[in-house]
């Protein structure tokens, strides 16, 4: 969610101007139990008449003359889909062109670990369970953030987990690995995914194997 609102942030303001990302926690009993994430750039900015269907699917303003940062349209409905399945909220502002954005997330804070919270109830699930989950799992994506990003999640779950940079890679990693869970990316350099698929399939140690 919030690398697309930075991505359209980058794309959308010159070279040189300031883009910011704040992050407001409730600092009192007395407050909501939400954060709030404000991304905020001095940009091309929205269109007033824009503004309202900004995350309306396949609504796209023309911000500049080329187009050359045109998309399908889609990523900020993606961005508004995916907060509201966390139970959150977005929205957008700005004062109209040249005069920069702003998108207004808000999650609910699920829960505070402290020491007098029961223990059912903290981030980090039991010894028993994190034990159940110990599966091996390779992600391959030869984009370095989204890989590194993936497996530190996973690990954080309890996972053995293995990455690959490439089709020719994740094929060598397998065969030592001998993951269940295969995270594959498509659009991959030299081998795409769906090669590296169907290469997976033909060996057998590997072949009943999960791909997502």
């Known amino acids: 969610m919030f690398g697309n609102l930075l991505n359209n942030a980058s794309k959308f303001s010159d070279p040189g101007t300031v883009i910011s990302l704040q992050v407001d926690a409730p600092t009192t009993e007395n407050e909501a139990r939400s954060v709030t994430v404000r991304v905020c750039d001095t940009g091309v900015g929205i269109d007033t008449a824009v503004l309202p269907h900004v995350f309306d699917l396949f609504v796209q303003e023309d911000r500049s003359l080329d187009r050359r940062h045109g998309g399908l349209g889609i990523g900020l409905t993606l961005v508004q889909r995916l907060v509201e399945l966390h139970g959150g909220t977005v929205e957008a502002h700005s004062e109209g062109p040249q005069r920069g954005s702003e998108f ?89 995914g769906y090669e590296v698929a169907r290469r997976l399939r033909k060996v057998p140690a590997i072949a009943d194997t999960f791909i997502s």
Request: avoid cysteine.
């Open 104 to 192: 207004i997330v808000r999650l609910p804070v699920l829960f505070d670990p402290t020491p007098e919270e029961p223990a059912s109830l903290r981030s980090d699930p039991p010894k028993s369970i994190r034990s159940s989950l110990r599966r091996r799992v390779l992600v391959v994506d030869d984009h370095e953030d989204s890989v590194t990003m993936m497996a530190v999640l996973l690990r954080s779950k309890g996972y053995d987990v293995a990455t690959a940079r490439s089709g020719a890679a994740a094929l060598e990693t397998a065969n030592t690995f001998r993951p269940e869970i295969v995270v594959l990316d498509i659009g991959l350099p030299e081998i795409d």
